[in-house]
């Protein structure tokens, strides 16, 4: 389906291969779990090309029947235009990393305004505050579904949501990244892949459909990071080792 460059630590790119079937495995589990197609139906567009989160605003979308809403580049920290935007545009589904999302929050709170005709909205890319989430969840409507996601470019983009009606306090320090989508298992391992006990440091290891085939052209780096997995219920299946703790 496509390759999506990323840089290491070492800051020497590395392509990840992506297949369609691990593409078409991420819009049914997004289509289940956020009600594409029923729910929601105008996407708004925020991401750059080179991101993978592009990949899936497209397929979120079109593979759904639904409209995608491109927004320029300039307009993201230009909070009362990309309101503006979305209003005229009429979207009900906007994904967020959480920088973008505090301007626009900042926005709301100074104007008055409200995002109470969003269906859904994702967070994600990066750690979001119980904060930052309490003080957007003031500005969206009752209907307004209010997402965390987490997810890595070699597991198809989203591995993780939490549905953030269930968060506890908004002085926790993050939001939770949740559950695995449809078809994928996650764990936290320690170096030897043995599973750490509740509460315990570990690293988070990523499972299922999603996995991408691994680097193109980098075997070592495959091999390092694509493991066979020690819980598969099936010969062949692998881990990604994501290096989150």
Known sequence: AYAMYTSGSTGRPKGTMVSHGALANAFFAWEEAYGLGTAVHAHLQMA????????????????????????????????????????????DCAEFVPAVLRELTGHL???????????LLIVGSD??????????????????????????????????????SSLISPTDSSVPI??????????????????????????????????????LSRPDLTADRFVPNPYATRPGERLYRTGDL
């Open 48 to 91: 750059s090309i080179s991101f993978d989160v592009f990949s899936g605003d497209l397929v979120r979308a079109l593979c759904s029947g639904g409209r995608l809403v491109l927004v320029p580049q300039e307009l993201l920290f230009n909070p009362a235009e990309l309101y503006t935007l979305m209003r005229r545009t009429q979207v």
């Open 109 to 119: 709170r100074e104007t008055r305004q409200s995002l109470d005709f969003l269906a």
């Open 127 to 164: 750690t979001w505050s119980g904060a930052d989430y309490a003080a957007i969840r003031e500005r969206c409507g009752e209907r307004t579904r209010i997402v965390n996601s987490y997810g890595v470019s070699e597991a198809t983009i989203d591995s993780a949501f939490w549905e953030c």
């Open 178 to 215: 949740g559950r695995p989508f449809a078809n994928t298992q996650l764990w936290v391992l320690d170096a030897n892949l043995q599973l750490v006990p509740i509460g315990a440091p570990g690293e988070l290891c990523v499972a299922g459909a999603g996995l991408a085939r691994g680097y």
